[in-house]
């Protein structure tokens, strides 16, 4: 069966960190690039970072620039994102989700995906 599963979410105050991590099986976690999506209420959900799985290539929206730092643990088969620098916008339900990774981080171009985890940043 495949499960990709997010944890790390929380509440922290503007300009603190969270570190996610997304861990994957049932599938070759190394087939797979692994991306960070979010949505918050009423918005679509964002492509926020990626990493491929050969590379090591990362992308980044432009709002993650700077502050958040995608990384990866193919021996446990989990990706990390780093978020500093933390704002009030950043809330959302954050996702994970194995695919591929382009430029332009798109919801259509990752296969399996996780039930996401809350992040709220208080102001």
């Known amino acids: 069966e495949v499960q990709v599963v997010e944890s790390g979410g929380g509440l922290v105050q503007a300009g603190g960190s969270l570190r996610l991590s997304c861990a994957g099986s049932?599938?070759?976690?190394?087939?797979?690039?692994i991306g960070w999506f979010r949505q918050a209420p009423g918005k679509e959900r964002e492509g926020v970072s990626c990493?491929?799985?050969?590379?090591?290539?990362?992308y980044y929206a432009d709002s993650a620039k700077g502050r958040f730092t995608i990384s990866s643990d193919n021996a446990k088969n989990t990706v990390y994102l780093q978020m500093n620098s933390l704002k009030p916008e950043d809330t959302a339900v954050y996702y994970c989700?194995?695919?591929?990774?382009?430029?332009?981080?798109?919801?259509?171009?990752?296969?399996?995906w996780g039930q996401g985890t809350q992040v709220t940043v208080s102001s």
């Open positions: 990493i491929s799985s050969t590379a090591g290539t990362t």
């Open positions: 989700a194995a695919g591929e990774c382009y430029d332009d981080i798109r919801p259509p171009d990752f296969d399996y």
């Open positions: 049932g599938f070759t976690f190394d087939d797979y690039d």
